[in-house]
């Protein structure tokens, strides 16, 4: 190949203020010394502040967009964002692992905008099971991880999910510990505690997309899960405190 750095693929939605989806996750992609690209799985029409509406893309649309560049180009790693539902995920997810059978995939179940509006209702608990077998990791915050695993404890929640695949538990809205987040590896949980004083940062649209991205980088730069995610989570407090306004400052 003659990309000298890995490419990294964000398969997410369109956000016109660059702080999340394809947007964010590119400009993450690049600060980490990865060559990235993306494939649109919506179109939102929304602000820093308000979420309108989503034109969400059907699988012909996307897939007519994901396999001119993996049959192009070797990825290393995939980070997907919103798609309208598992079916469609579930096809997104078998095409890149037939072509790419081993490299990282990193799925950010994001089920509603910061804003409130709701993305999803609903789960098909066969589709998911299949995503979760074929994915390397999941990266629900506590609210995401209690609607997927259907758990009213977080906890249990994320140890539910954990015997299919890797579950990195966001601990920004925990009430047990706030700021810090648990990686299941293998089944295990680790801390990965916060290293600045985030309650003092203004929140920032779109932080998670871009911890997702950030980890979807390090792993396609060879580094190992419990690594990516303790760099992951220093990158996006570094943009937590970027500015004290709600699109953060990728470069200092």
Request: proline share 4%.
């Amino acid at each position: 190949m003659k990309y000298k750095r890995p490419i990294v693929l964000s398969m997410a939605g369109f956000d016109p203020t660059g702080g999340a989806g394809v947007l964010a996750d590119v400009k993450t992609f690049e600060q980490h010394r990865c060559l990235g690209m993306a494939v649109l799985t919506a179109n939102t029409n929304q602000t820093e502040s308000e979420f309108l509406s989503v034109d969400w893309f059907g699988k012909q649309t996307i897939t007519a967009q994901l396999q001119p560049l993996l049959s192009t180009y070797e990825m290393a790693a995939v980070k997907i964002g919103i798609v309208q539902n598992l079916e469609i995920l579930l096809e997104l997810v078998a095409l890149v692992r037939r072509t790419f059978p081993r490299i990282p995939i990193v799925w950010d179940p994001v089920l509603s905008a910061s804003s409130g509006f709701e993305l999803h209702d609903s789960w098909n608990e066969d589709w998911l099971n299949q995503i979760l077998d074929s994915i390397d990791l999941i990266t629900p915050n506590v609210h995401e991880v209690r609607r997927i695993a259907k758990m009213e404890d977080e906890i249990e929640a994320a140890f539910q999910l954990a015997k299919r695949t890797n579950v990195l538990l966001k601990g920004g809205h925990s009430a047990v510990r706030l700021g810090v987040d648990l990686l299941f590896e293998g089944g295990i949980p680790r801390e990965i505690p916060s290293k600045s004083e985030t309650a003092k940062h203004p929140s920032k649209h779109g932080s998670g997309c871009i911890l997702s991205a950030a980890i979807a980088s390090s792993l396609a730069l060879g580094k190992k899960l419990p690594e990516a995610c303790r760099e992951a989570k220093e990158y996006i407090e570094k943009r937590l405190s970027s500015n004290e306004y709600l699109l953060a400052y990728h470069v200092e």
